[in-house]
């Protein structure tokens, strides 16, 4: 679970999962800030964080060492449809067959599951 708090700068929260914590903020018509990530930046880095974890681990599975992994994700949101769009780069470059199949187990990333189910949204019991 995670916790949100808002903090006293405007836009500015500080989130808690267990014992790590940061910062999200915005800016919007000139308030708020860059104290850290937007909240959409955060859905992001979880599907870029958990496909690079993936592709690790898949490089392992594979007995393949020394590779440097590296996802980007964009996401564009519109009326119809939120598209997350990503990058895979693996340093050094791998072959095709290697590299395919990099690309298959990080499309079956947890989180990449998450997210490509539909979602439902139920506020708890009030306290």
């Given at each position: 679970?995670?916790?949100?708090?808002?903090?006293?700068?405007?836009?500015?929260?500080?989130?808690?999962?267990?014992?790590?914590?940061?910062?999200?903020?915005?800016?919007?018509?000139?308030?708020?800030?860059?104290a850290g990530p937007r909240p959409h930046e955060?859905?992001?880095?979880?599907?870029?964080?958990?496909?690079?974890?993936?592709?690790?681990?898949?490089?392992?599975?594979?007995?393949?060492?020394?590779?440097?992994?590296?996802?980007?994700?964009?996401?564009?949101r519109t009326e119809e449809a939120s598209t997350?769009?990503?990058?895979?780069?693996?340093?050094?470059?791998?072959?095709?067959?290697?590299?395919?199949?990099?690309?298959?187990?990080?499309?079956?990333?947890?989180v990449r599951r998450t997210l490509s189910k539909?979602?439902?949204?139920?506020?708890?019991?009030?306290?």
């Amino acid at each position: 679970m995670v916790e949100a708090s808002a903090l006293p700068t405007p836009y500015q929260v500080r989130f808690r999962a267990g014992p790590n914590s940061g910062t999200a903020d915005t800016l919007k018509n000139g308030v708020g800030g860059h104290a850290g990530p937007r909240p959409h930046e955060l859905l992001e880095a979880a599907l870029a964080s958990c496909m690079t974890i993936t592709a690790r681990m898949a490089l392992e599975r594979m007995g393949v060492s020394g590779v440097e992994v590296n996802v980007e994700v964009e996401l564009e949101r519109t009326e119809e449809a939120s598209t997350f769009r990503y990058r895979l780069t693996l340093d050094p470059p791998q072959d095709d067959a290697r590299y395919d199949e990099v690309v298959a187990s990080i499309e079956r990333s947890p989180v990449r599951r998450t997210l490509s189910k539909p979602l439902l949204f139920e506020p708890a019991t009030r306290r």
